[in-house]
């Protein structure tokens, strides 16, 4: 295995996109339609499900991307250990968007194509006619963080777009698994002084002292958000706590959002960032200057970090590296293909497969016939992964697949944990029989860690 400052500075070198840009160019009418049918297909059920009160029954009425494609730029080639290309380039896209809300040809030798960002993109919103009350900076803020949950969902790292260009594909061999994982400790922060505040507020310091109660919030790319404790009063403060994040790609971005807890509202002090391939050149440890509405500030934040890669050595699951409570010392990943064997009314099958490994599960997306599709062996694609943790490896659990149709059960299969841990590199791809003549193509492996060095 390559050392960890040789994977992180090998580079052939970028190079212009001038042929993908002439590509998307010719297609930007056609990429315009579809983007508006998915986004009308994928965003209008979440904006149901997550904007609040009357916001939700927002609905579009026109999905225009203008006449602008993005533009494609600085594109570095890598080789990937599953034979794969990954292609990292900075996309840029200066379009205007006519968006209406109303309320009440690839060649053979590529199979598939993961299309995502690495770092959630920035957005920028500009509300017209009824709805410049969203210009209001708290609304402005809600509305803004709803769309890029929903960006970060659909195809922000470890989140992926896959397409299948050969239907032949081998879903296992295209999937790009998890690099590692990255053990972050917040640090100390000096000199929070905290941003200038509302003139009520500024009243009610004079009452009392205008120290900050802070706390941290922390994101990795798509990963959930951690929060440190709340250090009251203070300063000059010290967490010293630590987290563990998956890592799908060195460059994604890590942000440090430093809050002042505030009963009438929390308050920004200021971000701080890095990315994982910064902070690990940096021999694990950087200094970072918080920066509050785009101006950089005299506050500064400190934090740590190790890297472990994952591998797939039948020792390398041990709890000693994982020292602290919810830290993981390992990955357990569940790859759904498809189904086989279907029978029934081909009208009546609505299948999906249900993961469930301990207290924790997840479901395919659900199918139904439509004319050119085969029900009866239906792909899913789906990747779903479990952090293996100190409390579980005492006494693993089975993972269990399930096959279901709409709400009800209709077949499973249990794989045994050490069925798993002790095949061929931690990895067990079958077809798992559910019974009824039908069969869950999937693939489940272990990884564990390893400190890199």
């Given at each position: ?32 339609v ?27 009425v ?13 594109v ?23 968006f ?41 803020k ?9 960006i ?48 009520a ?10 120290v ?27 967490w ?44 694990g ?5 918080l ?68 207290d ?55 794989v045994?944990?050490a ?24 693939q ?10």
């Amino acid at each position: 295995m390559a050392s960890l400052v040789d994977t992180l500075t090998a580079s052939g070198g970028t190079e212009s996109a001038g042929f993908l840009n002439d590509i998307i160019a010719q297609l930007w009418p056609n990429i315009n339609v579809a983007g508006g049918k998915m986004i009308k297909q994928v965003v209008e059920p979440m904006l149901a499900s997550m904007l609040p009160g009357p916001l939700s029954t927002l609905r579009f009425v026109k999905l225009d991307f203008g006449p602008t494609p993005i533009h494609l730029s600085h594109v570095d080639v890598h080789k990937t250990e599953a034979q794969g290309i990954k292609l990292d380039m900075d996309l840029e896209w200066d379009g205007r968007c006519d968006f209406e809300l109303e309320g009440t040809m690839v060649p053979k030798v590529i199979g598939a194509a993961q299309v995502a960002f690495i770092n959630p993109p920035t957005l920028e919103l500009d509300f017209t006619d009824a709805a410049n009350l969203a210009d209001f900076s708290l609304i402005d803020k809600a509305v803004r963080k709803v769309i890029l949950n929903i960006i970060a969902s659909m195809a922000v790292l470890p989140n992926r777009f896959l397409v299948k260009l050969d239907a032949s594909n081998d879903y296992f061999k295209t999937v790009q698994h998890h690099l590692g994982v990255i053990r972050l400790t917040i640090g100390a922060a000096t000199g929070l002084t905290g941003p200038k505040k509302s003139g009520a507020k500024r009243f009610l310091e004079k009452l009392v002292k205008d120290v900050p109660d802070c706390y941290c919030e922390v994101n990795v790319g798509a990963e959930g958000e951690w929060r440190t404790s709340t250090q009251k009063n203070n300063h000059d403060p010290e967490w010293n706590e630590t987290h563990d994040f998956l890592v799908t790609d060195h460059d994604q971005c890590i942000t440090i959002d430093v809050q002042d807890d505030d009963i009438g509202g929390d308050d920004d002090i200021g971000i701080a960032a890095t990315t994982v391939r910064q902070i690990l050149l940096a021999g694990g440890t950087q200094e970072l200057t918080l920066v509050h509405k785009g101006q950089p500030t005299e506050s500064k934040l400190t934090v740590h970090a190790k890297f472990y890669n994952f591998i797939g050595d039948a020792d390398s699951i041990s709890a000693t590296e994982s020292q602290s409570e919810g830290q993981i010392c390992g990955l357990a990943s569940v790859l759904i293909a498809g189904v086989v064997g279907l029978s029934g009314q081909r009208d009546e099958l609505n299948p999906s497969v249900k993961v469930s490994w301990g207290d924790k599960e997840f479901v395919t997306p659900g199918k139904t016939y439509s004319p050119g599709t085969d029900i009866f062996n239906p792909a899913f694609d789906t990747a779903f992964r479990f952090p293996i943790t100190a409390d579980i490896i005492a006494d693993p659990p089975s993972f269990k697949l399930t096959l279901m149709n709409g709400a009800e059960e209709a077949g499973s299969y249990e794989v045994q944990f050490a069925s798993v841990a002790d095949a061929p590199g931690m990895s067990l791809a079958e077809e798992f029989d559910v019974g009824s003549g039908a069969a869950v193509r999937a693939q489940v492996s272990l990884r564990g860690l390893q400190l890199a060095e």
